[in-house]
């Protein structure tokens, strides 16, 4: 039988770490994880995790204040004294990594499907498509937000319970060997890979530093997984190429495994395509807007297929997907303003996809009017970056462009080169600036569109133009 939270024993969690036991009993049984004193810790074990910023050994008395039964503290460590001598006290030496060890074992205590994503843009709404389609056929857990790192993508796995039959794990990083670490934790049967553009090549050393990083999955899944890349994406398949192993492939052109057929933009309403495989063709909808959506559907679709799902499921799911947050989100503002609200990341890669997108939005004579901030992390990569950004910007014929950041005055550059005019675009030093300078140019019918990495922001620009305006009617 499948072991589950109040039924798994201190003394077992203990012995799957080969933990060092200090004080409690083994026998106590746990109500799961927990690794923020600031929460309910009730009957849980606490986990003293160590960032950047916080050293949770500073919070041990905290939690069990907040009720934790147990505590999983760094070997070495000074303890508080305890009041209560019932509490289970285990060290080990590194909690983060005994973390990951944990939620490998645990992990297999659920007979469960697993589909692992990872890749340089489109992950999340990826993941997120898979995961409805798989969940109307059978109970599937999925990373909140974008839990999916060495903590988040462990405390994902310790939520499965015996009813989950599938489990679709977002795989993110910034630095070399975290993807593999990640794919050995979540032990995928399917595992995607979306593309591979400059996105923390800061921390990576290049291009070729981030497709040798998101191949990691390849090289450390099991030889009976399936894995599911991106064909279009060339140093993907570049980087792909020296793996030696067998790939499912999707994208646009016909010789990939997966590929779209005759496909229809249908403005704010998002795409119809066919859905190409294994010789037949399947009526499908994306019913978000953003041909980086089909992209992402088309990788949803290989993993679902991968699964042995219905074509007619994946159409179900897709269908039904009504995107995300922040994510080329479609918002409709008083005076007939059209607000693509991008804000939630950026990178080249996205960027230059999204913009291709524009076009289609902005049928009908809508004037175009783009806000974009810094995309950080590209180390020296950055100054071309913006530069081309600032470039794409004017081959959208925007009316009006607004730069906001460190690299403001490089997109401003790569503007004025490509030929838009000097006194259309405006430079701004942060958010704030960029909300008062955008909205006295806002005319009746404009399509807005605002990027840029999280870090910059400009969710405060688009929350700004909502309450200016005010919610407006679809069109």
């Known amino acids: 039988m499948a072991l589950i939270w109040h039924e798994t024993t201190a003394g077992r969690i203990a012995e799957t770490l080969k933990a060092r036991w200090i004080q409690g009993d083994p026998d106590v049984r746990f109500q799961g994880i927990a690794t923020d004193s600031r929460q309910t810790c009730q009957g849980r074990l606490f986990w003293a995790l160590k960032g950047e910023r916080f050293d949770a050994h500073d919070f041990l008395e905290q939690a069990v204040a ?3 039964s147990g505590l999983l503290v760094q070997s070495g460590r000074t303890l508080p004294p305890l009041t209560r001598e019932e509490i289970v006290v285990l060290a080990v030496e590194d909690p983060i990594r005994s973390l990951g060890n944990l939620a490998a074992w645990w992990r297999h205590q659920v007979p469960i499907k697993v589909v692992a994503v ?4 489109g992950k999340t709404t990826t993941k997120e498509m898979i995961a ?10 999925w990373n909140e937000g974008n839990l999916n790192n060495l903590i988040g993508l462990p405390l994902t796995l310790f939520r499965l319970e015996t009813e989950h039959h599938c489990a679709v794990l977002e795989m993110g990083m910034n630095r070399k060997g975290e993807i593999a670490a990640l794919t050995e934790i979540a032990d995928p049967d399917v595992g995607v890979i979306t593309n591979v553009g400059p996105v923390h090549t800061e921390g990576l050393g290049g291009l070729a530093g981030v497709a040798a990083a998101k191949v990691e999955m390849i090289e450390r899944i099991r030889s009976t997984a ?11 398949m570049e980087a792909v190429a020296g793996c030696n192993r067998p790939v499912v492939t999707f994208g646009f052109t016909p010789g990939n495994t997966v590929h779209a057929e005759r496909i229809e933009a249908r403005g704010h309403e998002g795409f119809a395509f066919d859905l190409a495989y294994g010789g037949r063709t399947y009526p499908m909808t994306v019913s978000v807007p953003g041909l980086q959506n089909v992209w992402n559907a088309l990788g949803a679709a290989a993993a679902a297929l991968c699964l042995t799902i219905h074509p007619d499921q994946i159409a179900e799911g897709l269908r039904l997907f009504k995107g995300m947050h922040g994510r080329f989100e479609i918002l409709f503002l008083g005076s007939n303003i059209l607000l693509v609200d991008d804000t939630y990341n950026a990178n080249p890669l996205a960027l230059d996809t999204t913009l291709a997108s524009l076009e289609g939005l902005a049928a009908g004579g809508r004037r175009i009017v783009i806000g974009l901030g810094d995309m950080l992390e590209l180390g020296d990569a950055a100054l071309h970056a913006h530069r081309e950004a600032g470039r794409r910007v004017t081959e959208t014929g925007a009316e009006w462009f607004l730069a906001a950041g460190r690299h403001a005055s490089d997109m401003q550059a790569g503007a004025i080169e490509a030929g838009m005019p000097p006194d259309h675009i405006r430079v701004v030093a942060d958010a704030a600036a960029m909300l008062e300078t955008i909205v006295p ?19 405060l620009v688009s929350r700004g133009l909502h309450e200016t305006f005010g919610e407006g009617e679809q069109a």
């Open 66 to 68: 907040k009720g934790a």
């Open 118 to 121: 990872t890749g340089s843009a």
């Open 132 to 141: 409805t389609i798989l969940n109307l056929g059978e109970k599937t857990l």
């Open 226 to 236: 399936s894995v599911v890349v991106n064909g279009d994406n060339q140093p993907l």
């Open 441 to 459: 140019l806002l005319r009746q019918g404009d399509l807005v569109f605002l990027k840029g990495s999280r870090r910059m922001g400009l969710d």
